[in-house]
């Protein structure tokens, strides 16, 4: 059974930094694309950004763009996100997801001074 564990989240500042990390079990990790994907209060989800499988291709939402950088370790079957720069409108509940098929259960981040 596919297996996704976000961490990392909490409150920080304006303008402050997270590191999100999502361990992935069970599956083929290296073959899969990875998402980042966040859902603010009362609203839908959003697509923040991707990996290829390989991880030398990124892309991210405009929103996040210039702040957030993707990666992933293959050799540790991980996914990371580093959050800089970070507005109130990133707090929401941040998702890694495999393929498209498979979620984690998501981690809270809340930016609020």
């Known amino acids: 059974q596919v297996q996704l564990v976000e961490s990392g989240g909490g409150l920080v500042q304006p303008g402050g930094s997270l590191r999100l990390s999502c361990a992935a079990s069970d599956f083929t990790f290296s073959t899969y694309w990875m998402f980042w994907v966040r859902q603010a209060p009362g609203k839908g989800l959003e697509w923040v950004s991707v990996i290829r499988p390989s991880g030398t291709e990124t892309w991210y939402s405009d929103s996040v763009k210039g702040r957030f950088t993707i990666s992933r370790d293959n050799a540790k079957n991980t996914l990371s996100l580093q959050m800089n720069s970070l507005k109130s409108e990133d707090s929401a509940v941040y998702y890694c997801?495999?393929?498209?098929?498979?979620w984690g259960q998501g981690t809270h981040v809340t930016v609020s001074s």
């Open positions: 997801m495999a393929g498209g098929m498979h």
